[in-house]
């Protein structure tokens, strides 16, 4: 038995796990993947027995907080049973899901049931024909009421995740801090990551900083810098007057790597130690080597967290620095 904890070589603990269930997704967005995306054959997609297994084995050596990814999550056939697993293990503190929200008008209540405490919905514009250019779906109203919906399961928190590109979505930023305050929702910012080649835009012309999303929140809101956090990469500030918390992802301006205490394994069984680095180690490999072997599975875990990186070393040029998309990686 390996030692009970995933320490890296930088003495950070990795404690949150991001679990991808499918590489799928029924939206199309710029900056997450192509129109025309080849999706893994199902055979080489971890089956929901391995999922668990995963999971079982970073719980075992510390995991604490697990959030389940895609593609999109929500369109992966018998995924509720999945989480009521997850959801019944006492060790976790933490089981959240992100979600475009489209599935959402039908299963916010059966994941709410199922342990889920947390939702991420991504949404990065309240205006129909730029929210379909944006996905490359018009399906704006199904997502307002998937929140709605979320809103009613009783969900501990929600949060909002709004990508900001210049000239495509930043004179929206104040209408969608508007939109979490009068719902009593959470929202984070993110600056785009340069994760595979994209057509729809030149990255280095619609790069918004996040101290420039703050600047422009500020220009009406009082912002305090907040306490708050989840176990990812935001940093938090309380909107005064109100429960709305904003968060800044910046993993160019502000680089969050320091206090790294995640990894992510992909819907094919990769474990990815660092979103800026292409190497990974294929899990589905050893545990259909080794069915059942979950101690061989724990070591390999406990040596690869020898090999995670210090940082990433993300750019704003129109160069590529990591080829998968993040559909790919688990967002």
Not at 24 to 49: G, H, K, N, W
Not at 101 to 113: D, F
């Amino acid at each position: 038995m390996p030692d009970s904890q995933l320490v890296d070589p930088f003495g950070r603990r990795i404690t949150y796990l991001r679990l991808s269930v499918t590489d799928r997704c029924d939206f199309r967005c710029t900056y997450c993947m192509s129109e025309d995306m080849v999706f893994a054959p199902r055979a080489q997609i971890l089956t929901l027995e391995e999922l668990y297994a995963v999971a079982d084995a970073f719980i075992s050596l510390g995991v604490k907080r697990i959030r389940v990814t895609g593609g999109e999550p929500l369109v992966r056939k018998g995924l509720t049973g999945l989480l009521a697993r997850l959801g019944a293990r006492n060790e976790l503190e933490d089981l959240a899901i992100t979600t475009n929200g489209s599935q959402l008008p039908s299963l916010a209540a059966s994941l709410h049931e199922a342990g889920v405490r947390r939702l991420n919905i991504s949404l990065d514009s309240l205006k129909r024909e730029r929210f379909a250019e944006l996905t490359r779906r018009d399906r704006l109203d199904q997502v307002l009421e998937g929140i709605e919906a979320a809103r009613s399961a009783g969900f501990k928190r929600i949060k909002l995740n709004s990508v900001v590109q210049k000239g495509r979505n930043d004179d929206e930023i104040l209408d969608l801090v508007e939109f979490a305050i009068e719902r009593g929702l959470d929202i984070s910012f993110i600056e785009e990551m340069p994760l595979g080649s994209v057509s729809s835009h030149q990255r280095q012309i619609t790069f918004c900083s996040s101290d420039e999303v703050r600047e422009r929140i500020e220009a009406r809101h009082t912002l305090v810098r907040s306490s708050h956090a989840t176990g990812g990469p935001s940093r938090y500030w309380q909107v005064a007057g109100s429960e709305t918390q904003i968060g800044f992802i910046s993993p160019h301006s502000n680089n969050f790597c320091g206090s790294c205490n995640r990894v992510r394994v992909t819907a094919e069984g990769k474990l990815v130690l660092c979103l800026g680095h292409e190497g990974a180690l294929d899990l589905k490999s050893l545990m259909r080597r080794y069915p059942g072997d979950s101690e061989r599975l724990r070591n390999a875990l406990v040596d690869a967290l020898q090999l995670k990186p210090e940082k990433h070393h993300f750019r704003t040029d129109e160069q590529v620095q990591v080829v998968r998309f993040m559909s790919m990686t688990g967002g």
